[in-house]
Structures are given as C-alpha cells and as structure tokens.
C-alpha cells in the first residue's frame, strides 16, 4: 500500500504547477484581508455634537456657547450627546444677556440632541454612524455591528468544512467568494442599520468559509514540504496584504457607499482563477472518482515537465484512500481526565484572549493617535514581520516559551501604554503596534501547537473547538474597543492583563517541540508547570513528518 503522498512524488515538491497553485490559493485570501476588517471604517464614528438648527433664534455668542463642554482625557471638550435646552438659551439671548457673563452656563438645564447631530467630515465624508445616527443612545450598535459580523463567522466555521466534504473543495471555495462578494454588494442598498447588519453577518459566514476551504484545498494538492510554508506564510501573508489595502482603498474613497462598491471589485477579479485552480485529487479519490483525479494530475505532470505512470491510482492500491468509517468521538473526550480537562481548559483560554487582543487592537488601529488611514496600514504591516518571526521560531525552540515569551512581549508592551505622555503619541503607536507584533506571533503558532498536544483520535476536533474560542474572543472584542470612548488607555490596561495572565497559563501547558505525536489520550503529556518534562520516547520508529491537516475552524 501507497499513501497519496508517495503516489505523486514524482509531480516533485515546487515545480510550476505547485507554485501556481501556491500564488493563485493565496492570492484568494487577499479579499478576506480587507472584508474582515472594512468595519472600522465603514462603522468608524466622526467627531460629532449636537445640532442647533438654523431657524433658532440666537445670537453667535449663544450658538458658540450652545454645546456644553465635558472633561476628556484630561482636557475640556464640547459634549457629544448633549446640548442646553434651545429654549432656554434663545430666552436669555432674546434679552441680550451674554453666556459667561451675564449666564452662569453650569446652571443652565440641558437636553438631548433633538434635532440630530452635525457629524466632522474631516476623516469621513460618510459611515454606517453617520448615516443612521448610530450615536448617543444608539451607540451600543457599533460594536454589536462588528460582533455580529464576527458571529457570522463563528457561524460559517461550522458548515465550511462539511460543505467541502460533501460538495467537493473547488466548488465551496468559489460558491463562498460569490457569497462573500455578492453580499457585500447588496450592503451598498442597505435602507437601514438593521438590513446592513444581517447582510454583513452573511458576509462573514462566506469571509471564514473561503478562507478554511483555501487553506484545506492548498494543504491536499502541496507536498509536504510546501504545505508548511503555505498554511503559515502563504495564506496569512496574503491576509496582511488584502488587510494593508483596506486602508488604501478608504483613503482615496471616504463615502462608505463607495467604498464598499470598491471592495467587491477583487472579488469579481478572481472568477478567472475557477480556470486554473483543480480540484483537490485527495477529495476526488475520497468520492471514488479516480479518472478526474488521474487527470488532474496528469496535467501537473505535464506542466512540471514529468513524465506521469500509465495508471496512477490503482483502485485496489489506494482502498486506504477512501473516507474511513472514523469511530465516534463525542466533545467530553476532551474532558475525559483530569489532566486533557486542564489542558483543553487552557487551550480555550489561550485561544480566546490571543483573540480578543489580536482583533482589539486591529479594530482599535483608526482610533489611535494620528492618521487614521496610516495607523490601519501599520497594523496591518506589522503582521508580515509577525508571521515570519513565527514561522522562524517554529522551527528550532520549545513551542510553550515561545508563545509565552512572545505573549510577555505584546502584554508588556501595552500596559506600558498608560505610562506614555499624551504629547508623546509617536511612542504609544509604537507600542501598540509592538503589542499587535506579539499577539499575531503567538495567534499564528496555536493551530501548530494544539494540533501536537492532542492525539490522533481527538485532533481535528480539538483544534476545531479551540480555535472556535477564538471566534468567540472576536465578538467581544469590539467591546474592548467600546471602553476606549470612556478611558483611552483602559483598553490597553485590560488587553495587556489578560496577555500576561494567558502567557504565564501557558507556561504550564505541556512541551510538545521534539516529542512523537500522541495516537491515544493516555499518550498525552501531564501538566507539569514550569518544568520541562522529558517524555520516554515509544520503541515505535518516530515519524519524520506526521500527517496532520491543520484545518482553521
């Protein structure tokens, strides 16, 4: 018996139709850059007071003293939500009393913002805020705006990868970019917040589901030396450019509409690739279709300049190719002991605060200090060092102290944050972005390290639930964010709290660097806190290269 692996060594590791298929995979993945986090400036919130209509009769001293000021970050600014009752004011500046003088202005009775709001166009012509005044007492829906998105994605990371079992790879991964692209488009018609709202939670479902079914299709058709490059650098890399474009495409479009308008035009871009991305061999063989897969990889042969067998798939050769009848494996197997109980608590944790901190900080990017467009780009920039600084790690120290050291690092850094005087704003963007560089370190080396603390029986699902506590980390993280309109460096304390906290949890998580994957629960490593354990290697022969599909759920 062959394994499909040894069947197609000959196609070779990186020929042309491997990198092809590398570029064109990863290049799918640049409109999920940009999808994902179009929210901050689609929902971004301008600087904004109460209205005073024209038709009031005040003089200009009262209408420049018709907004009364509030104490923010140390400084006196005019009130968002409030005004002096129009009634009022228009009394004494009938009388031709003077505010201040004549006025104490702190006695004066104040109201609502009843005639709506007058919204700075100096950053935004128009967003989703000021388009339905999602301010003041509304303002709970900006958040819920970007965690329904992201629940949305929660929602599509359970069906992605069993429609692409059932359906086939190619086809889910085209049908989700249709859904992700189609539906951002319908979002430019949206009559109200509740319609945009229920568009951009399917937009998430089909953002997560062409990101998963890309990631699965690559991992199926590279060898094995390729698809570690392509499931860290490849499709990660090509999310921080689609991410780095977002502020581009917002700087030169500043209406909402519009922009939105000019985010769906990649999507359109990339029908083309249905020509030249296959479908997986893997998935066919699975469906008993060995003719197509004989094809597919009779076309590699030719464009790497090999020559190919007569009969590639021998039916009775590959039986083991097919779907086997996997027993059973219910969700408490992760809580069976008390030992995987702690480990799979803790993986939660991890995975969950790394998320909240990662989304946080890239949702929070426009809000810092400066440019708005020029602090999205950065944080989106500092992702490539991130991933690469991951990858590199990976490769040569213990997983448990590089992701707490890097964790240490980001948490670190933004509790450092409240220490930075206000006038010294170049330093906090630096240390936010620093803070971003940590946590993207250590969010990209999760579906490594839990794939190899957890056996074989139980893998796939382990990773599955964990990385779904990171779907649950992003819907919260808006409201992370939220906080930051009471306390501007309150985010940061709590963000980088909890990434202390979870980079000394792991610290107690077993080492899995060096160690042959576990193949049943009693293999599993024991929580033994700070201290390496040395594990007994098993008489087996160790396993060069294990067999894992890492799928992001």
């Keep these: 018996m062959r394994d499909y692996d040894e069947v197609t060594a000959f196609l070779g590791e990186w020929g042309p139709f491997q990198r092809l298929i590398f570029f064109l995979l990863s290049a799918s993945i640049i409109p999920n850059g940009f999808n994902g986090m179009s929210v901050v400036f689609l929902a971004a919130t301008p600087e904004h007071r109460c209205r005073v209509p024209d038709t009031a009769n005040l003089s200009s001293a009262w209408r420049n003293h018709s907004i009364p000021l509030r104490l923010q970050d140390g400084r006196e600014v005019p009130h968002s939500c409030r005004r002096y009752r129009l009634a009022a004011i228009a009394n004494f500046s009938a009388l031709g009393l003077e505010p201040g003088r004549d006025v104490d202005l702190e006695q004066l009775e104040q109201e609502?913002?009843?005639?709506?709001?007058?919204?700075?166009?100096?950053?935004?012509?128009?967003?989703?805020?000021?388009?339905?005044?999602?301010?003041?007492?509304?303002?709970?829906?900006?958040?819920?705006?970007?965690?329904?998105?992201?629940?949305?994605?929660?929602?599509?990371?359970?069906?992605?990868?069993?429609?692409?079992?059932?359906?086939?790879?190619?086809?889910?991964?085209?049908a989700t970019m249709a859904v992700q692209t189609g539906f951002s488009f319908l979002q430019i018609f949206s009559i109200n917040w509740e319609m945009f709202t229920v568009l951009f939670v399917i937009v998430g479902?089909?953002?997560?589901?062409?990101?998963?079914?890309?990631?699965?299709?690559?991992?199926?058709?590279?060898?094995?030396?390729?698809?570690?490059?392509?499931?860290?650098?490849?499709?990660?890399?090509?999310?921080?450019?689609?991410?780095?474009?977002?502020?581009?495409?917002?700087?030169?479009?500043?209406d909402w509409r519009m922009l939105?308008?000019?985010?769906?035009?990649?999507?359109?871009?990339?029908?083309?690739?249905?020509?030249?991305?296959?479908?997986?061999?893997?998935?066919?063989?699975?469906?008993?279709?060995?003719?197509?897969?004989?094809?597919?990889?009779?076309?590699?042969?030719?464009?790497?300049?090999?020559?190919?067998?007569?009969?590639?798939?021998?039916?009775?050769?590959?039986?083991?190719?097919?779907?086997?009848?996997?027993?059973k494996i219910l969700i408490l197997s992760l809580f069976r002991t008390r030992n995987i109980a702690t480990i799979t608590i803790m993986s939660l944790m991890l995975w969950m605060l790394t998320s909240v901190g990662y989304f946080a900080l890239s949702l929070n990017a426009p809000n810092l200090h400066g440019d708005a467009y020029l602090n999205c780009f950065l944080s989106a920039l500092i992702e490539v060092p991130a991933y690469i600084t991951a990858w590199l790690l990976l490769q040569t120290l213990p997983r448990r102290y590089i992701i707490a050291g890097v964790l240490f690092l980001g948490g670190g850094v933004l509790l450092l944050i409240q220490l930075v005087p206000e006038d010294y704003n170049f330093l906090s963007i630096g240390l936010a972005m620093l803070g971003k560089f940590g946590i993207t370190s250590a969010f990209s080396m999760l579906y490594v390290f839990t794939a190899e603390l957890y056996p074989t029986l139980v893998r796939n699902m382990a990773v599955g639930v964990t990385s779904m506590?990171?779907?649950?980390?992003?819907?919260?993280?808006?409201?992370?964010?939220?906080?930051g309109a009471y306390n501007r460096v309150l985010p940061y304390i709590l963000m980088g709290s909890l990434t202390v906290l979870i980079g000394i949890i792991t610290l107690f998580l077993p080492e899995s660097f060096g160690v042959t994957l576990p193949e049943t629960l009693e293999q599993m490593q024991k929580v033994k806190g700070f201290r390496l354990r040395k594990n007994t290697r098993d008489s087996t022969e160790k396993e060069e290269n294990p067999k894992v599909l890492i799928t992001s759920f």
């Design 112 to 174: 609502s913002c009843l005639d709506g709001w007058e919204f700075s166009q100096d950053i935004y012509l128009s967003t989703i805020v000021t388009e339905w005044s999602l301010v003041c007492e509304d303002d709970w829906k900006t958040p819920l705006t970007s965690s329904l998105f992201f629940l949305g994605v929660l929602f599509g990371s359970f069906v992605s990868g069993q429609l692409s079992d059932r359906f086939g790879r190619k086809n889910i991964l085209f």
């Design 205 to 254: 479902m089909g953002q997560i589901s062409n990101y998963v079914v890309a990631f699965i299709l690559g991992t199926e058709i590279l060898g094995k030396s390729v698809r570690i490059i392509f499931s860290t650098l490849g499709v990660c890399t090509f999310f921080a450019v689609g991410y780095m474009l977002l502020p581009l495409f917002a700087y030169f479009i500043r």
């Design 260 to 327: 939105l308008l000019a985010l769906t035009v990649p999507g359109v871009l990339c029908i083309p690739l249905w020509w030249f991305i296959p479908e997986s061999p893997r998935w066919l063989i699975s469906q008993r279709r060995f003719i197509e897969a004989e094809n597919i990889i009779q076309k590699a042969a030719k464009m790497n300049n090999k020559v190919a067998p007569v009969v590639i798939f021998d039916p009775i050769e590959l039986q083991e190719l097919k779907l086997p009848s996997q027993q």
């Design 469 to 483: 506590a990171s779907r649950v980390g992003s819907i919260i993280a808006p409201y992370f964010v939220y906080l």
